[in-house]
């Protein structure tokens, strides 16, 4: 933990950096090494952010301003251009720190895709420059109370009754993580041929109300609340065909997916290190085992030998999926069946990820003891915020989506959840 002095070096320097601009990172190699000096930082009092439920808003400038919220801006638009590769091993080293902050730029990098999708050469200069000087996209997506994630209410529409240059934004939000925090706030709604738009709405602007009440017992300090919509007026061009990123084929809903699987990671390897710590430094050997220490005792050796495994799986089904967006990024053209095998390799990876997430969280109280029940210690926000964030879509579904993909040769449906 920082002394006071230090404490108040980081808030100066934070300050500093927010004056001059954010850090612009010029290659992956970089983004790597600011996210591991990064996570260091973060991970200081990740536990007493949760257990207090103390919002990171000191924290998040530290993050966006490290310039890693920027790193998939496109070369061609003064970014690094990292690969999926890269982005992946970045939000995995932020997550084992603090999963609440590596889920923050979540949707945002999703949002910088839509940009690079869909936007006009205008656009792109003029967002891509508001990323690269450190601002944030926070997200108003999901809607509670519908029939489905994809049965949304909210509407983006045309002004009617003003200028041809503005559209109209009316609906409520929930699961909105990021949009406490945001400089923009991107909301999805439909028109009226029910096609998808993304309105990117500037924080203050009129109508737009961002609500703290998220109370969900994992992934506590995400803010992952309301957002309500009245009349919100949005100009044009801040207005984003949503429905291209899926109607066409696109790396998007990859992207979305593999961001969370690289949380879910994060979060296990988070969960296995402090299971190792607590067994090593305080656990005690059950008396049948014969041993001084519990670090030897062989039912304990043996089950974290098998955890190990099953992370280090993970991992590999994580890269290799990253590796495969690569690949075909790498192409000119991007096929059906191209996104179809995207899918299916960050599905593998996602089923393991999630399950290994949960494993190793329930674990660690097993082999660590009773001892690591204690609430000083706070261990159970491994579990919580495993079980909070894997709830994102049901990892059910992916054993169906590869299992038909390989056995049917069924091409997973186009949207953010594949």
């Known amino acids: 933990m920082a002394t006071i002095d230090e404490t108040e070096a980081l808030r100066a320097g934070t300050v500093a950096e927010a004056a001059n601009g954010a850090h612009v990172i010029g290659s992956d190699a970089e983004a790597l090494a600011v996210a591991h000096a990064l996570a260091e930082r973060l991970a200081q009092e990740a536990a007493q952010r949760d257990r207090e439920r103390r919002l990171p808003h000191e924290e998040i400038e530290w993050f966006s301003q490290s310039g890693l919220w920027a790193i998939t801006v496109p070369k061609a638009y003064g970014g690094a251009g990292a690969t999926y590769q890269t982005l992946v091993e970045v939000v995995k080293i932020v997550a084992a720190a603090d999963p609440s902050l590596g889920q923050l730029p979540q949707n945002h990098f999703g949002l910088v895709d839509?940009?690079?999708?869909?936007?006009?050469?205008?656009?792109?200069?003029?967002?891509?420059?508001?990323?690269?000087?450190?601002?944030?996209?926070?997200?108003?997506?999901?809607?509670?109370?519908?029939?489905?994630?994809?049965?949304?209410?909210?509407?983006?529409?045309?002004?009617?009754?003003?200028?041809?240059?503005?559209?109209?934004?009316?609906?409520?939000?929930?699961?909105?993580?990021?949009?406490?925090?945001?400089?923009?706030?991107?909301?999805?709604?439909?028109?009226?041929?029910?096609?998808?738009?993304?309105?990117?709405?500037?924080?203050?602007?009129?109508?737009?109300?961002?609500?703290?009440?998220?109370?969900?017992?994992?992934?506590?300090?995400?803010?992952?609340?309301?957002?309500?919509?009245?009349?919100?007026?949005?100009?044009?061009?801040?207005?984003?065909?949503?429905?291209?990123?899926?109607?066409?084929?696109?790396?998007?809903?990859?992207?979305?997916?593999?961001?969370?699987?690289?949380?879910?990671?994060?979060i296990a390897h988070a969960a296995l290190a402090d299971t190792l710590r607590f067994v090593r430094e305080r656990s005690r050997p059950w008396i049948d085992s014969n041993v001084e220490r519990a670090s030897e005792d062989p039912l304990t050796v043996r089950e974290v030998g098998r955890l190990h495994i099953d992370l280090h799986a993970a991992d590999a089904l994580l890269e290799r999926a990253a590796r495969t967006l690569d690949e075909i990024a790498a192409q000119r053209v991007t096929t059906e069946d191209d996104v179809a095998r995207a899918s299916v390799a960050v599905g593998e990876a996602k089923v393991l990820t999630t399950e290994i997430a949960l494993l190793a969280s329930e674990k660690l109280f097993e082999l660590a003891g009773t001892q690591a029940t204690l609430e000083e210690h706070n261990l159970d926000r491994h579990w919580r915020n495993a079980r909070t964030h894997t709830l994102h879509d049901p990892v059910r579904w992916k054993y169906h989506l590869v299992g038909n993909y390989y056995l049917n040769g069924v091409k997973p449906a186009r949207h953010p959840w594949n």
């Open 114 to 266: 839509v940009i690079a999708l869909t936007g006009t050469d205008e656009q792109k200069r003029h967002f891509f420059g508001e990323i690269l000087a450190g601002k944030r996209f926070g997200n108003g997506f999901s809607e509670k109370g519908t029939k489905n994630v994809l049965d949304l209410k909210t509407r983006v529409t045309r002004d009617r009754n003003g200028d041809d240059g503005h559209y109209v934004v009316n609906g409520t939000k929930f699961y909105s993580t990021g949009a406490l925090f945001a400089h923009y706030v991107p909301v999805l709604g439909l028109d009226e041929d029910r096609k998808g738009w993304l309105a990117y709405i500037p924080k203050g602007t009129p109508g737009l109300t961002v609500i703290d009440d998220w109370s969900g017992f994992g992934q506590r300090t995400t803010a992952s609340g309301t957002v309500v919509l009245d009349n919100v007026r949005v100009p044009a061009s801040h207005v984003f065909p949503a429905h291209r990123v899926s109607d066409e084929p696109t790396l998007n809903g990859p992207l979305s997916q593999i961001i969370q699987a690289a949380i879910d990671a994060g």
